[in-house]
Nanobody, 118 residues
Framework: QVQLVESGGGSVQPGGSLRLSCVAS????????MGWYRQAPGKQRELVAI???????NYTDSVKGRFAISGDNTKNTVYLQMNNLKPEDTAVYYC????????????WGQGTQVTVSS
């Protein structure tokens, strides 16, 4: 059974940092792309960062140079290090797992709130 559990969200002032964690049980990182998405009130869910099964990472332009995604296979955990946070980063952040082989199953975590405000 696949389960994704996020943690690490909270409230922080602009310029601050947070590290989100996603513990993924029942997932083989070797055949799964792991991503972080976010959804702000009234907006569509958007991809923030992704780490492919082969280790390649990619980021949406607005977070490049500030956020870093990484994975620890020994802990079945994916991280999102967020630095120099801005008010526009405020959103619910979701962990996403998508298998790279048929049936290309996809799973979501429950989300964790990040609020950036002075």
């Amino acid at each position: 059974q696949v389960q994704l559990v996020e943690s690490g969200g909270g409230s922080v002032q602009p310029g601050g940092s947070l590290r989100l964690s996603c513990v993924a049980s029942g997932i083989d990182f070797g055949i799964t792309n792991m991503g972080w998405y976010r959804q702000a009130p009234g907006k569509q869910r958007e991809l923030v960062a992704i780490i492919l099964a082969g280790g390649t990472t990619n980021y949406t332009d607005s977070v490049k140079g500030r956020f870093a995604i990484s994975g620890d296979n020994t802990k079945n955990t994916v991280y999102l290090q967020m630095n120099n946070l801005k008010p526009e980063d405020t959103a619910v952040y979701y962990c996403d797992a998508r298998k790279t082989i048929w049936p290309y199953s996809r799973y979501w975590g429950q989300g964790t709130q990040v609020t950036v405000s002075s």
